[in-house]
């Protein structure tokens, strides 16, 4: 079936730099990309989203970008901070439900 | 506004034993989906429903099902447990049925199966 996303890996980063989290999609057919992070015994929360007539979206501290040409798809958490610290799941849409990737856990070095 | 809520937020049962889990979506939302989420599989799509009707289902046998309520609140059971059951049953709500509209996730109900 379709599948979204890469193996768990880990991702740390000093506090105050920069993250970026990638996610690779498999189907061309999905139109619409969502982020989610979830903390320890949360459920996941939206983050941002793109659709795929665009290829940039930015937020307070986040930037989506999607490169439909290799179905690959990456956040960008400007200047981390420790309560950025938790699992990072790409999810995607075309003519199925939501699609979840397997997810990142970012961790912040203090 | 009050967030999704799931009951009971934990739950142990033993193998060959139903259960049933219960979600309240945000005040409004008519769209509730379920998601199972376990280390090795990730979170896997279970079912959507929307106006008391289900409008979408994953790939999960037969012993998973679910319903909605005519207020939106949904439950879904789980009858015949086996071990690889245990998971953290998510619950999301959104506005109407997915694609443009956020989903909104609650706290989810970790079942354990012994």
């Known amino acids: 079936g379709e599948s979204v996303g890469l193996h768990l890996p880990t991702l740390s980063v000093q506090e105050g730099d920069n993250s970026i989290i990638n996610c690779a999609y498999s189907?061309?057919?999905?139109?619409?990309f969502i982020w989610y992070k979830q903390e320890s015994g949360k459920g996941p929360q939206f983050i941002i989203d793109i659709r795929s007539n665009m290829d940039k979206r930015q937020g307070q501290r986040v930037t989506v970008l999607l490169n439909k040409t290799v179905k690959h798809l990456s956040l960008q958490i400007a200047a981390t901070q420790p309560g950025d610290s938790a699992v990072y799941f790409c999810?995607?849409?075309?003519?199925?439900?939501?699609?979840f990737g397997k997810g990142t856990r970012l961790s912040v070095i203090a | 506004k009050a967030g999704v809520t799931q009951t009971p937020r934990y739950l142990i049962k033993t193998r060959g034993q139903q259960v049933t889990l219960s979600c309240s979506p945000i005040?409004?939302?008519?769209?509730v989906s379920w998601y199972q989420q376990t280390p090795g599989q990730g979170l896997q799509f279970l079912f959507e429903y929307f106006s008391e009707t289900q409008r979408n289902k994953g790939n999960f046998p037969g012993r998973f099902s679910g319903r909605q309520f005519s207020n939106s609140r949904s439950e879904m059971n789980v009858s015949t447990l086996e071990l690889g059951d245990s998971a953290l049953y998510l619950c999301?709500?959104?506005?109407?049925?997915?694609?443009?509209?956020?989903?909104?996730f609650g706290p989810g109900t970790r079942l354990t199966v012994l």
């Open positions: 189907n061309s057919a999905s139109d619409y």
């Open positions: 999301a709500s959104s506005l109407a049925l997915t694609g443009v509209n956020e989903q909104f």
């Open positions: 005040s409004g939302h008519r769209s």
């Open positions: 999810a995607e849409k075309g003519n199925t439900p939501l699609v």
